[in-house]
């Protein structure tokens, strides 16, 4: 889930097992949200989106699911790999498409141990 | 493939000088971001451009200023620098037109003022 304080919460998983990273936002008229990958020492990297018409999107081994009665957002990552070991962040947009700017979850590490 | 690059991956200052942290993108890609990321308290925006010439503050855009002379380039100017302004600036691109507007991010600039 998001963060409060200084610490990151984790979610350390063992290698194949699926993951599943919460995250709770705050704007009921968010048009979309994205999900991305931070490695150390990199850049966010886009991973997923989905619109708020949707409830349900999938990528590969990524399914992300949105429940807008409580403003909840999950991203599941199936056969879990080393590979996967990031913080991911939830961003929902502000503003009208086109013209918005995304706010940004606070992270979750996920630790993936072979 | 989206490419956003930054002038420097790291970059030591020291109190009082003024800094310029460079961004370009190769995309035409007409909106551009920069962020400050924090532990704890995540990605923050500072300022953000939809065109040339044109800025837009964000969230935090006290001790800062930014430049939009051509499209694909987008500078972040700290005027005085401040201890407090060490951070990692990440800087980020998108276009409108597909009603999500995913933003694309460089790798960031790990500032440290002295």
């Known amino acids: 889930g998001e963060s409060v304080g200084l610490h990151l919460p984790t979610l350390s998983v063992q290698e194949g097992d699926n993951s599943i990273i919460n995250c709770a936002y705050s704007n009921s008229a968010s048009d979309y949200f994205i999900w991305y990958k931070q490695e150390s020492g990199k850049g966010p990297q886009f991973i997923i989106d989905i619109r708020s018409n949707m409830d349900k999107r999938q990528g590969q081994r990524v399914t992300v699911l949105l429940n807008k009665t409580v403003k909840h957002l999950s991203l599941q990552i199936a056969a879990t790999q080393p590979g996967d070991s990031a913080v991911y962040f939830c961003a929902e947009n502000r503003g009208p498409s086109g013209y918005s700017t995304l706010t940004f979850g606070k992270g979750t590490m996920l630790l993936v141990s072979p | 493939d989206v490419k956003v690059t930054q002038s420097s991956r790291y970059l030591v200052k020291r109190t009082g000088e003024k800094v310029f942290l460079e961004c370009v993108q190769d995309?035409?890609?007409?909106?551009m971001f920069w962020y400050r990321q924090d532990p704890g308290l995540g990605l923050r925006l500072i300022y953000f451009s939809y065109d040339v010439k044109m800025k837009e503050k964000g969230d935090i855009p006290e001790g800062y200023s930014v430049s939009r002379e051509k499209k694909e380039r987008f500078s972040l100017i700290l005027e005085s620098a401040s201890t407090n302004q060490t951070s990692m600036y990440l800087c980020a691109s998108s276009t409108p037109g597909t009603g999500v507007d995913t933003q694309y991010f460089g790798p960031g600039t790990r500032l440290t003022v002295l």
């Open positions: 995309m035409d890609h007409e909106n």
